[in-house]
């Protein structure tokens, strides 16, 4: 039997210049309700691994997705022998066959990415890293990316389930999830979190490493996976519409935020030479911590939803923002 602990989530979308409006998202949508009936492009810089998702919201809202990837998100050889280090036995021939994973206490993941990155290495490797016996062992996932510790994996980690704590934030944020786990009483915890590459590292990695560490934990870093800049392309598919509008665009990380305007500057164009091609644009971001890495890079945004523990908050915040300023038309 696993633990699950996911206290209720009080749910509010915050739209700029608007008084918070509560909202329960977790009521069957009505479909009159689904857009404002104005035809919408939505642009969003996801790597490929997120887009799929993102579409298909949008595309429920009838609105054109417009998908202009600025970073590449992927595990390579490097952090995937990086993981393996702690779920291999450093002896094969010791008869305790014990991984570097019983020194620790916890997994904390902040991505659904570091979460698949573990799931390939735990099917190389031959038993699980963890004896079915010893203390209970805690992993943390925030928000939708805790639906990717299924039974499986955790069969994978250990043998015996009832070894294992899984914790859900209520706050789906790094600072929620070092809420969350409490006192760390000097016991480790191994942080899975990207190499940045191409791109200066978001502040949200340090802080979340400190946070821990002044919560009393020994927090371990591993480079799970690379995170890098998409390259001098990535912003064309966006500049190509000049005679289109873009109705909003959205961002979910500000290593996309970073990766959009390296690219603008790679073909001589900054973010004011977009928001002057199209006036009306809507920046919306993934949560707080997203708007506020991009508005440290210099970009307003006008949209940041309050439920950001998956990709239907933002559009969600999206639409109500849509939806209000047309009811003033």
């Not at 779920?87 to 008869?95: Q, S, V």
């Not at 904390?108 to 890293?129: C, K, Q, Y």
């Not at 400190?210 to 870093?221: F, S, Y």
């Not at 890495?293 to 908050?313: I, N």
Request: charged share 20%; hydrophobic share 40%.
């Amino acid at each position: 039997m696993i633990t699950l602990l996911s206290p209720p989530v009080t749910v509010a979308i915050h739209s700029r210049n608007r008084n918070p409006t509560p909202i329960n998202l977790l009521l069957t949508p009505d479909p009159s309700r689904q857009n404002d009936g104005v035809s919408r492009t939505v642009a969003f810089t996801t790597p490929q691994n997120y887009a799929d998702r993102l579409t298909h919201l949008l595309t429920l809202k009838k609105w054109a997705p417009l998908w202009c990837p600025t970073v590449v998100v992927e595990a390579t050889p490097l952090t995937q022998s990086n993981v393996l280090l702690y779920l291999k036995p450093p002896n094969p021939f010791d008869i305790r066959r014990s991984s570097l994973l019983e020194d620790f206490s916890a997994i904390a993941f902040t991505s659904r990415t570091g979460i698949s990155v573990f799931t390939a290495a735990l099917v190389e490797i031959e038993a699980p890293p963890l004896s079915p016996f010893g203390e209970i062992f805690t992993i943390s996932a925030l928000g939708s990316d805790s639906d990717l510790l299924t039974d499986d994996f955790i069969a994978r980690i250990c043998a015996n389930s009832e070894r294992i704590r899984v914790l859900v934030p209520p706050n789906a944020t790094p600072s929620g999830l070092v809420e969350s786990l409490g006192p760390g009483l000097g016991r480790k915890v191994l942080c899975p979190v990207p190499l940045v590459v191409g791109l200066e590292e978001p502040q949200v990695i340090p802080d979340f490493l400190r946070d821990l560490d002044l919560m009393g934990w020994d927090a371990v870093r591993v480079d799970g996976y690379e995170t890098r800049w998409a390259g001098p392309n990535s912003a064309e598919r966006l500049v190509t519409r000049e005679r289109e509008t873009v109705d909003a665009i959205v961002f979910t990380s500000t290593a996309e935020v970073e990766g959009l305007l390296k690219g603008l500057g790679e073909i001589g164009l900054g973010w004011g030479d977009l928001r002057r091609r199209w006036p009306g644009l809507v920046v919306a971001a993934h949560g707080p911590v997203t708007a506020l890495g991009a508005e440290r890079l210099g970009l307003r945004v006008d949209v940041v939803s309050s439920r950001f523990s998956s990709f239907d908050g933002v559009v969600e915040a999206l639409a109500h923002t849509w939806q209000s300023s047309s009811s003033y038309m």
